[in-house]
């Protein structure tokens, strides 16, 4: 800790690769960064803003998310945050469900929530205090991440623990992928006026040059169909498409969204 003034702690989306966010929470002073896939990016921030970098914090082990770390370590040794299970060598302090952190340099305490789907030992990290959440690729602005390593009932039970927080919570999730994963929820709901109104804001903020990221939970619960997988409209397009049986279960139907997506 140096005594240098603190501003409030706040988030600076860092784009990186095509559509990737890495995602540098810090108040004026130290900095930790999410899922720092590229490093060059992360170092090129940190000395314009005059940042020490104190902390990573990683939710799974994919490279787009984990490739950085090696040279911000030779920046810098501080402590890698990550999952328990999820096989990344680099973790020094390994996290699962319920497990809480304190930032190391920063005023920030964040949660961890088991999230398996996309990748077995995927996390995400809440800040009850300011409704902050970082989730990887299992929640995304209009979608959810490739069940790669789960099960698709592992990711269902996954979206539904995110769809409980808070609905003033602000959704950090990895990639900016919102306008396509609109274009899809356009095809399975394109009678929801909540889903009209998003693209038209979102696609706006695209051609502004502006990110959609973060959303929120409430703005998630009202217009993605991997959360609204038993809405009848949604249920109904599936019927339609040939995609479900009618009288299928819920997990049926976000299975049937889910592979639906895959190949949209
Ligand atoms: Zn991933
Ligand atoms: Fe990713």
Excluded at 51 to 61: D, G, K, V
Excluded at 77 to 96: E, H, M, Q, S
Excluded at 234 to 245: D, E, M, R, T, Y
């Amino acid at each position: 800790m140096s005594d240098l003034p603190r501003s409030p702690v706040t988030v600076l989306a860092v784009p990186a690769f095509k559509d990737n966010y890495l995602w540098l929470i810090h108040d004026g002073v130290d900095a930790a960064v999410v899922d720092p896939g590229d490093a060059a990016p992360i170092l090129a921030a940190l000395d314009r803003l005059n940042l020490n970098l104190t902390a990573i914090l990683l939710t799974h082990h994919h490279a787009d998310h984990t490739g950085g770390v090696p040279a911000l370590l030779a920046h810098a040794r501080v402590p890698v945050f990550g999952p328990r299970n999820d096989g990344i060598g680099a973790v020094t302090d390994k996290l699962g469900e319920g497990d809480t952190i304190v930032v190391p340099g920063i005023d920030l305490g964040l949660r961890v929530i088991d999230v398996p789907g996309h990748t077995l030992g995927h996390i995400a990290y809440f800040s009850d205090k300011l409704h902050w959440l970082f989730c990887g690729d299992t929640l995304f602005a209009g979608g959810c991440g490739r069940i790669f390593e789960g099960t698709p009932a592992q990711m269902a039970g996954s979206l539904g623990k995110l769809a409980s927080l808070p609905n003033a919570t602000l959704v950090y999730c990895a990639h900016e992928y919102t306008l396509s994963n609109l274009r899809f929820a356009n095809a399975v709901e394109a009678s929801s006026a909540a889903l009209q109104a998003r693209i038209v804001s979102d696609t706006a903020k695209r051609e502004a040059g502006q990110s959609t990221v973060p959303s929120t939970i409430a703005l998630e619960k009202a217009t993605n169909p991997f959360l609204r997988a038993t809405e009848p409209a949604i249920v109904a397009s599936l019927v339609a498409a040939g995609k479900l049986q009618d009288g299928a279960t819920p997990l049926a139907s976000f299975t049937a969204l889910r592979e639906w997506k895959n190949s949209f």
